[in-house]
């Protein structure tokens, strides 16, 4: 079942329970779920847009090398074709966003794109797209949402170790470990975004947040860790 789907039954649940408390009756559930589930999406939706804008994102343009990997990709594993967004900046980071697996929007630095060999932009590229498909990417991007008006405390919804899955799934989708290991290896210190808010940090693969700044409240995995468990492989 499609998380958005999950989300918006969750929500008619509690009307409908609210509902009966009150002595309304299941109709109440049913505009619930309705409205709920429409109020829900748009939130999402504007906070996609928030944090696009928030970076500094802009449509991809001029990048024939990742447009062709991504086709490829999304060939290869039926996956729909994310929008492609670029961040005008030197770090090397990526991020991937949408509240389903047919509306997703891949963000990557111009770092990233400029520095990585085509081997490690496709290693990348493959770990977000895995992220799309097992439908995690609409979980962080619900969680974002969320932690947009509640500090930041839902983030702990995410799964353990949720960053180690993806390197693995990613990997599962190119068989090439080495591509990731070195996207890593290069991402690797230069991964700081000063535009990026704190309550994107689980968007990113690895945290947009500088150093000098603290890494309390990270949920991303150390990479030297992500990178010994890959060469395990």
């Known amino acids: 079942m499609a998380f958005a789907t999950s989300v918006a039954i969750a929500v008619g649940v509690v009307f ?3 509902g009966l408390l009150l002595g309304i009756g299941w109709w109440f559930g049913l505009v619930g ?8 999406r748009l939130h999402v939706q504007r906070t996609v847009e928030r944090v696009l804008v928030a970076v500094g994102a802009v449509p991809l343009t001029d990048a024939a090398r990742l447009e062709n990997l991504v086709d490829g990709l999304c060939v290869a594993n ?17 991020a991937i966003l949408g509240l389903t697996p047919r509306h997703s929007t891949l963000v990557v630095t111009r770092g990233l794109l400029d520095e990585s060999t085509r081997i490690e932009l496709e290693g990348v590229v493959a770990r977000q797209l895995a992220l799309v498909k097992s439908e995690h990417a609409a979980l962080a991007t619900v969680v974002a949402a969320i932690a947009v008006v509640w500090a930041g ?15 693995l799934d990613g990997v599962a989708y190119t068989r090439y470990p080495p591509g990731l290991i070195g996207a890593l290896e290069r991402i690797a ?9 704190r309550w994107t940090r689980h968007l990113w693969i690895d945290d947009p947040v500088s150093p000098a700044h603290g890494r309390a409240g990270s949920f991303h995995s150390p990479i030297d860790e992500r990178i010994a468990t890959l060469r395990e492989l």
Request: aromatic content about 0%; glycine content about 8%.
């Open 189 to 197: 210190g230069s991964t700081s975004l000063d535009s990026a808010p």
């Open 16 to 18: 409908l329970l609210v």
């Open 78 to 94: 039926g996956i729909a074709h994310p929008r492609l967004m670029v961040v005008d900046s030197p770090a090397r980071n990526a």
């Open 33 to 40: 779920l309705v409205a709920g589930a429409g109020l829900a």
């Open 153 to 167: 405390a839902p983030q702990r919804l995410l799964p353990a170790r949720a960053d180690l899955l993806a390197d």
